[in-house]
């Protein structure tokens, strides 16, 4: 794919009009210079989403849901950066320009098309040998025997590899592809004297499409007793294994108008599941979700409902699924399949679409999930079976999101051992198990997931990197004043480190509109710095800030710096025979006590600050 020229990004930052874009799902009143809503994000009655029309930023003071206008329309209409410039483009009547492309990126260009044709070309040649060819019966008796009728086997584009090894080599061939090409594409492998056969022998074949429904592999199962049941495409410059999820384009839409997507292992879960009504479902092809397909799902919602066999090999996989998806703002939802049936069998049952949304209504989030399985696991009416569920308790409400789940949980477990809350607060702080005392992220999740990979760790610090940038934001010579040489180590994250260079480009340049560090269109960006600019411009317009608290947020700032550096310095390993590691550890001390102070001396200040709450 060429690259959208910058300037036509810039065209289209110009023209579009967010209020506008925002108001297609939303209601928007003016107040002040900014625009206030319900939030399309979350469900909420009292309006805590903000638009600033002249920034083309909004913010979500309830969910923390922020960014710019591509990040909006990203997200509102599942699309990647270049789909959401064409969208807006095409809205506001802009021709887009592309890059040109060097030589070298233009015939690499041509290649993947070639590929891309040379795969079209395969799967409907495996399409061909499942519905026309005589070979093909016992492949249709076995989609048959499954309950899986044509009709979603064709959408699916389903086909068949006949059993001898070169039916598609040959084929491609006469079709003018080259042998290199074959290998290229996943479809031959090299045979011990030279030459190429057929990867794909005696199987149904699968198609992994991409997010338009492109082939870019193969998932392909036996019909004999030949090992591996499965076989995939190797990696090629277009598949990825890491990535592939088997019916994403298929629900790409079902999934933004239910806003969930249910993720289920096998190919045939998906067909039966679609066959039955539901639309929205992928297939991950196995219950360690990578973070690439974390990602990929996450376009099509933040909501993920993993129908999985719940096997001890699959809880561990969930819970690497858990760390990523909080990491990625996702939420995950464990439906329990009644045992031994997965969804395929569920569904054809007679449960029918029916039977399966009923299920998802009673799935439980991942952490209800964890604690009920520590509750269960376990001989809770001996000793050490209950000290046993407390260690892995302990472990398992450190991943709480907000203090609110985890009280909840609290309760639950607190019922279940007839306990009071209390001492199941006192016994699992007592307990010594994994999880260790991480602190859980505050209230505001959202600066938690604003905040990035260490987001539960650093919430407060976050909040008050934000508030001070709105602050400089707020008053711009103050702001110039104190940016000015400020080093960007006094903050904690790589985001707020942007968030401060571009509070630092607007307060300084005259020309607003055109600077470098602009991070409004950097598509990499979409995701955490413009949210995060987006925090700081709409806090700016929200608090009442004064000079003094910005000097006194400055100076928490400082000693929040110094506080990492000490504690950096005591984690640090080996040995101090120079006893260098002490002076400086002293010299910091010194310096912490000295802040300290500065902040207490600070004149009381007496407005006091506003909205630092989320959700008014
Ligand atoms: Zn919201």
């Known amino acids: 794919m060429p690259r959208i020229a910058r300037q036509s990004i810039d065209q289209v930052q110009a ?3 967010l209020v506008e874009i925002v108001g297609h799902y939303t209601r928007l009143k003016k107040s002040g210079a900014n625009y206030m809503g319900c939030c399309p994000f979350h469900e909420e009655k009292t309006p805590s989403f903000s638009v600033n029309p002249g920034e083309k930023l909004y913010y979500c003071f309830g969910c923390g849901e922020g960014g710019n206008l591509f990040s909006f329309v990203q997200r509102k209409e599942n699309l990647d950066f270049a789909q959401a410039v064409e969208h807006l483009a095409d809205k506001y009547g802009i021709a887009l320009e592309y890059e040109e492309t060097s030589a070298q990126g233009e015939a690499e260009r041509r290649r993947r098309d070639r590929l891309r044709a040379l795969l079209e070309r395969a799967t409907a040649h495996y399409e061909r040998r499942l519905w026309d060819d005589r070979a093909g019966a016992a492949a249709r008796a076995y989609l048959d025997e499954r309950g899986l009728g044509a009709d979603v086997c064709r959408r699916f584009r389903v086909g068949y590899a006949l059993p001898g090894w070169e039916r598609l080599r040959d084929a491609a061939r006469r079709q003018g592809f080259t042998e290199q090409e074959l290998l290229d594409a996943g479809l031959v492998v090299t045979g011990r004297r030279g030459g190429v056969y057929d990867r794909f022998r005696d199987r149904i074949v699968f198609p992994l499409a991409d997010d338009r429904g492109r082939t870019l592999g193969f998932g392909a199962r036996t019909l004999t007793d030949e090992k591996p049941k499965y076989l995939n495409s190797p990696e090629t410059a277009l598949y990825h294994k890491s990535e592939a999820l088997f019916g994403l384009h298929n629900a790409k839409a079902a999934a933004g108008r239910d806003d969930r997507v249910y993720v289920v292992e096998g190919y045939t879960d998906v067909l039966a599941l679609v066959q039955a009504g539901i639309e929205n ?5 196995g219950t360690a979700l990578t973070e690439q397909q974390l990602k990929r799902l996450g376009r099509l919602s933040r909501e993920l409902y993993l129908c999985f066999d719940a096997d001890a090999a699959g809880v561990g996989a969930m819970s690497r699924a858990l760390n990523l998806a ?10 329990r399949m009644p045992e031994g049936l997965d969804p395929a069998d569920y569904v054809l049952s007679g ?3 029916q039977g399966f949304r009923e299920l998802a209504a009673h799935s439980e989030t991942l952490l209800q999930f964890h604690v009920r399985l520590a509750l269960e696991s376990n001989d809770l009416a001996r000793p050490d079976g209950r000290a046993q569920a407390f260690a892995q308790l302990k472990g398992v409400l450190a991943e709480a999101a907000t203090p609110i789940e985890r009280d909840e949980e609290l309760r639950t477990i607190a019922d279940r051992l007839h306990l009071s809350e209390e001492s ?12 260790g005392a991480r602190s859980p992220a505050p209230a505001g999740s959202a ?13 407060g610090v976050h909040e008050l990197e934000v508030r001070f940038l709105a602050g400089c934001l707020a008053l711009p010579d103050k702001g110039r004043d104190v940016l000015g040489g400020l080093d960007e180590g006094v903050f904690a994250s790589a985001e707020t480190k942007a968030a401060c260079r571009w509070v630092k480009a607007r307060l300084t340049s005259a020309d607003a509109g055109k600077n470098e560090d602009s991070v409004d269109c950097a598509p990499d960006a979409a995701d955490g710095v413009s949210g995060v600019v987006a ?7 929200r608090e009442r800030f004064t ?6 947020l400055f100076l928490r700032l400082q000693e929040a710096q110094v506080s990492r550096l000490i504690a950096r310095l005591k984690a640090a390993a080996g040995t101090d025979e120079t006893g260098t590691r002490e002076a400086k550890l002293a010299e910091l001390e010194r310096v912490r006590r000295r802040l300290r102070e500065a902040v207490r001396s600070l004149p009381v200040v007496d407005d006091s600050i506003e909205g630092q709450g989320p959700g008014t």
């Not at 199941?424 to 999880?435: N, P, Q, T, W």
């Not at 600066?447 to 919430?459: D, E, F, I, T």
């Not at 925090?535 to 317009?541: D, K, P, Q």
Request: no cysteine; charged share 15%.
């Open 15 to 17: 023209a579009a009009d």
């Open 281 to 285: 479902v992928v297939a991950s092809m």
């Open 326 to 335: 909080r990491r990625l703002g996702l939420s995950l939802h464990v439906v």
């Open 351 to 353: 449960a029918g679409a």
């Open 424 to 435: 199941v607060r006192y016994l699992l702080s007592a307990s010594s198990g994994a999880g």
């Open 447 to 459: 600066a938690a997931r604003a905040a990035g990979p260490a987001g539960a760790a650093v919430g």
């Open 535 to 541: 925090e700081v411009v709409l806090r700016s317009g």
């Open 547 to 552: 000079v003094a608290v910005v000097d006194e």
